[in-house]
């Protein structure tokens, strides 16, 4: 939303389009990533759940390496709640069990599950905020 972005540039891109990513990147040179893009709609996810897979587990990816490839170490990553599926029990803890119902929150869990991974094998470090709206 260009009305949100009062103190920098605006980039509008695809963020499954590495190109783009690493482009921006390297033109803004940001010393940490905070990865808010992704659709987010649980119902729409599960009639269009190619879509949701691809823009949120490819982009994910593409913003990972895009990271990586100009060694930027921290990661912040916009996750959900929609991750942890009906809860077992309330009140919902960091540690619950996160079994996702929907292919929206099953993309959000393999970002954080690949957020995980880069980390261990790059040394990024992360955070991942889940909320409950």
């Keep these: 939303n260009e009305k949100s972005v009062a103190w920098g540039p605006l980039v509008v891109g695809d963020i499954r389009d590495s190109a783009a990513m690493q482009a921006a990147i390297a033109t803004y040179r940001p010393t940490a990533v905070i990865h808010f893009a ?8 599960v009639q269009q759940p190619a879509e949701y897979y691809s823009t949120n587990v490819m982009g994910t ?7 990586r490839a100009h060694a930027i170490e921290n990661i ?7 991750t942890y599926g009906v809860p077992e029990a309330l ?3 960091e540690s619950s069990s ?3 119902i929907s292919p929206y929150g099953r993309t959000k869990l393999m970002g954080e599950q ?7 094998a790059y040394g990024m470090k992360f955070a991942i905020l889940r909320y409950f709206n």
């Design 38 to 45: 992704a659709l987010a709609y649980v119902g729409e996810s």
């Design 61 to 67: 990816i593409a913003v990972l390496d895009a990271a």
């Design 76 to 82: 912040i990553f916009s996750s959900s709640c929609a």
């Design 91 to 93: 009140p919902v803890r």
């Design 98 to 100: 996160q079994n996702p």
């Design 114 to 120: 690949i957020i995980g991974d880069y980390a261990s």
